[in-house]
């Protein structure tokens, strides 16, 4: 089962907007960065290094706020 735990969103004249997601599934995490037609996924075993990757793919995108789901 998949839990998502945060996404990073602004919506841009695409018609999928740009955004971030972290999410977690068996043990593992995952964020997506989904932005200018690309979709790009990396994994990472802790929580706290999928977070901060996050972080930084929002700051490099200038991106607002954070979304808890």
């Not at 996924?41 to 607002?64: I, M, N, P, V, W």
Request: glycine letters at 14%; aromatic letters at 8%; proline letters at 0%.
């Amino acid at each position: 089962m998949l839990a998502r735990k945060a996404v990073h969103d602004t919506q841009h004249k695409s018609k999928v907007g740009t955004r971030i997601e972290v999410v977690e599934g068996c043990g593992e995490w995952f964020v997506r960065v989904i932005g200018g037609g690309e979709e790009t996924t990396c994994q990472f075993d802790l929580e706290s290094f999928a977070l901060a990757y996050a972080e930084g793919q929002r700051l490099r995108l200038k991106l607002g706020g954070i979304k808890r789901l």
